[in-house]
C-alpha cells in the first residue's frame, strides 16, 4: 500500500487547509486510513481516522469539532478539513493505513503498517 500525503502550506490563525490522502496499491476498502502529526522533539500524535468499511470516525479530543475527515472511494482519497487552525496545529501531518484496528487504538501510530511522506502545516499568527 503507497500512501501520497499533500496539501500543506502556510494559514493564518482562524484559517483553513485541506489536506488529501491519495491511496494506492490494494482495495482501498478494506483499509482503515488515519491522520497524525508530529513536531520536533515529540512523538506522533492521532489526530484522526476513518474506516473506509464502514465509514466510521475517530478524533482527537484537540480537533473535535474543527477538522472533518471524509473519504472518497472512487478516487481512493482521504481528506481531513482543518478549520479554525490555531498556532499549535503547527505540525508535520502524515497519513498511515492498517486492514483492520480496534477504536481504541485508532489514534495509535504504532497500529498503522504503512505509511506516507509528511506534508507542512504552519499556523502564525
Known amino acids: 500500500v503507497q500512501l501520497q500525503a499533500y496539501g500543506g502550506g502556510s494559514v493564518q490563525v482562524g484559517g483553513s487547509l485541506k489536506l488529501s490522502c491519495a491511496v494506492s496499491?490494494?482495495?482501498?476498502?478494506?483499509?482503515?486510513i488515519g491522520w497524525f502529526r508530529q513536531t520536533p522533539g515529540n512523538e506522533r500524535e492521532g489526530v484522526s481516522a476513518i474506516s473506509a468499511v464502514d465509514d466510521s470516525t475517530y478524533y482527537a479530543a484537540s480537533v473535535k469539532g474543527r477538522f472533518t475527515i471524509s473519504i472518497d472511494n472512487a478516487q481512493d482519497t482521504v481528506y481531513l478539513q482543518m478549520n479554525s487552525l490555531k498556532p499549535e496545529d503547527t505540525a508535520v501531518y502524515y497519513c498511515a493505513a492498517a486492514p483492520r484496528i480496534i477504536y481504541s487504538s485508532l489514534g495509535v501510530s504504532s497500529a498503522y503498517d504503512y505509511w506516507g511522506q509528511g506534508t507542512l502545516v504552519t499556523v502564525s499568527s
Open positions: 496499491g490494494h482495495s482501498f476498502d478494506e483499509y482503515i
